[in-house]
């Protein structure tokens, strides 16, 4: 039996079509003069009606994928689970999306009731209830400018409270991911979270270890590039998600809760910071970061037990903590090499003589450990002074000699001088090269 939809006329609403890109209307009449419904629907309906700037907009359609790439040249099919298609107008690339159908028995899962295939159409109304939230279910229509809702989500948008279509187990194992988007809506909207659709993320948190690494990437990226990271990362280890999307650092953290968190709140606040002054952010330095705990604690490990002098220890660490960190959430070689970078160069700061600080600071790189080295100073890492010196040798203030003392990995002493080697007479025995130097 068909549900009649609750139908929000222009004038109870705020989204006039001057909210939307050019793009956006452009493709919505194209479907529309072609015979097809057409809707925007998703964040950036719900994100209008919070009063907040969206950054993309989705489009819904009762046309199919191949009907879609007819009517636009610049249409090319994306995904493996649902056929999605991409249209672009220059810089601008809307996601077009056919209606999806109701769950049925067609649908492939796993055993953990995921669905791995969703390739079935359906109407309208079928595609409201396969939405996620409730807020996330309502359309804006071209034809008349009003709003259509099948699922409430006009009255959670006024009661402002995050709700699930369905039952909220169910939809999770549908796709875990929602979890983290829960999460992330939430926060960004200050939203409440509804008691249902709570009670069972915990519990079902592992099951984001059937989520292929890549995808769980950007999710993170949404989760902590953004200025409400601080309250989605402890809403993350409130709901034991945390644990699922970065285990080294979990552990470091069981050891050392209160420094471990300060650290990656300091570090998120000055993610934060930068965003909302508009500032650039770079994901190498949020992962350099938030693996800096576990990969600190291997140093150790390998120095101690071990006897890596420090430089390879700080490789192999790297490289461990990498490797397995990749396995939860993907973190691309143009982000990771980076991180790396950053953790190798702290150790460079130390050396202030001569001029080492002048090649330093030529690295393409120096900005970001600079500003990681500015965070070890304030967790306790690294000593103030040296963060003070090396801001005034950037800004061009005269400095003053300092002793080589800071650390370049916690826990770890200051490292010995080298000894300058004297070269022998040509029958004294050994040449200039006869003994290694020593080991830093």
């Known amino acids: 039996m068909a549900i009649e939809p609750k139908r929000i006329p222009r004038a109870e609403h705020p989204i006039s079509r001057s909210s939307f890109t ?21 964040g950036g309906v719900r994100d209008l009606l919070a009063g907040l700037h969206p950054k993309d907009f989705d489009i819904a359609t009762d046309a199919h994928p ?26 601008e690339v809307l996601e077009v999306t056919t209606f999806r159908g109701p769950i049925g028995d067609s649908h492939d899962r796993d055993e953990t009731g995921r669905i791995l295939s969703d390739n079935v159409y359906g109407s309208l109304e079928d595609d409201a209830f396969r939405r996620d939230f409730t807020i996330n279910g309502l359309y804006y229509d071209i034809r008349d400018y009003g709003i259509v809702d099948y699922v409430g989500g006009m009255d959670d948008m006024k009661a402002r409270k995050l709700r699930l279509i369905g039952d909220p187990e169910l939809r999770y194992r549908e796709d875990p991911v929602r979890m983290l988007r829960a999460v992330r809506i939430g926060n960004k909207l200050h939203f409440q979270m509804d008691p249902g659709a709570a009670e069972p993320i915990p519990r079902l948190a592992p099951l984001l270890r059937e989520i292929p690494a890549a995808r769980l990437f950007e999710e993170v990226l949404k989760l902590l590039l953004n200025t409400e990271a601080v309250e989605n990362f402890r809403a993350l280890h409130w709901f034991h998600l945390w644990h699922e999307l970065f285990p080294e650092l979990a552990a470091a953290q069981d050891n050392d809760p209160e420094h471990v968190r300060a650290f990656v709140e300091w570090a998120l606040n000055n993610t934060a910071e930068r965003m909302k002054h508009g500032e650039p952010v770079s994901p190498a330095f949020l992962f350099a970061a938030l693996l800096w705990t576990p990969l600190a604690a291997r140093v150790r490990q390998l120095r101690q037990h071990q006897g890596h002098p420090e430089h390879l220890a700080l490789q192999q660490a790297s490289e461990e903590i990498m490797a397995r960190q990749v396995l939860r959430v993907a973190i691309p070689k143009r982000f990771s090499i980076p991180a790396r970078e950053i953790w190798q160069m702290q150790g460079r700061f130390e050396n202030r003589r001569g001029n080492a600080p002048q090649r330093l600071m030529a690295h393409p790189r120096f900005r970001a450990a600079y500003d990681f080295l500015l965070l070890r100073a304030q967790a306790g890492e690294a000593p103030q002074e040296l963060a ?10 005269p400095v003053e000699a300092s002793p080589e003392g800071a650390e370049g990995v916690p826990g770890e002493g ?5 000894r300058r080697r004297r070269r022998r007479g040509r029958g004294g025995g050994g040449g200039p090269h006869s003994a290694p130097p020593q080991q830093h």
Do not use: M, N
Not at 22 to 42: E, H, M, N, S
């Open 388 to 397: 003070d010196w090396w801001t005034a040798a950037q800004a061009g203030q």
């Open 22 to 42: 050019g793009a956006v209307l452009k493709a919505l009449y194209t479907l529309r003069d072609a015979g097809f419904q057409a809707y925007v629907v998703g």
């Open 66 to 91: 191949e009907q879609i790439r007819k009517l636009f040249r610049s249409c090319r099919l994306v995904g493996r689970r649902f056929l999605i298609a991409h249209v672009r107008f220059g810089p």
């Open 414 to 418: 200051a490292p010995r001088k080298r």
